[in-house]
């Protein structure tokens, strides 16, 4: 089931997801991460965050961070625990944030996935994602992919 983020319930979870699942492919020096790492609930209370969970008051096994800036949906972060993998939570998440997107008249998505995770890039070019080029400093690719507007 697909449910907005309890902070309190879900928050620690979804730290630790970010620590196991995203954190190993930054290429981000230490003192920079940690900042980045400093500012997670600051940067989780700007957008939306979904969380997949077997049932409603469970916790999270996945999550997606979103954010709407006029026409663009910026996906900024998503995670699903390796145990839960390989059971569409990923594409259930990604399909709400893209209908959320939809909804308010967002008509393009966009995604950096870091250099070396492989996976996520592969993950996002079966959703239909376009690489559209590759950023030196932050060592991620961009990926974009256009938006059906739902009224």
């Known amino acids: ?3 907005y983020r309890r902070p309190k319930q879900d928050d620690p979870i ?15 020096p230490p003192k920079e991460l940690n900042s980045v790492l400093h ?3 600051k940067r989780l209370s700007r ?4 969380v997949a969970s077997p049932y409603y008051e469970a916790d999270p096994v996945a999550f997606i961070h979103f954010m709407v800036h006029g026409e663009l949906l910026y996906i900024d972060m998503m995670a699903v625990a390796p145990a ?8 259930t998440l990604m399909a709400h944030a893209e209908n959320f ?10 995604v950096m996935v870091d250099r070396e995770n492989t996976k996520a890039h592969m993950f996002y070019r079966k959703l239909g994602y376009q690489t559209k080029r590759y950023i030196q400093l932050s060592q991620c690719h ?3 992919k256009g938006l059906l507007i739902r009224h």
């Open 1 to 3: 089931m697909i449910r």
């Open 14 to 28: 979804i730290y630790e997801l970010i620590h196991k699942e995203l954190v190993p492919f930054s290429h981000l």
């Open 39 to 41: 500012d997670l609930p």
């Open 47 to 50: 957008g939306v965050t979904l």
């Open 84 to 91: 839960h993998r390989r059971k569409c939570h990923g594409k």
């Open 101 to 110: 997107a939809g909804s308010r008249g967002c008509k393009r998505s966009k």
């Open 142 to 144: 961009e990926l974009e």
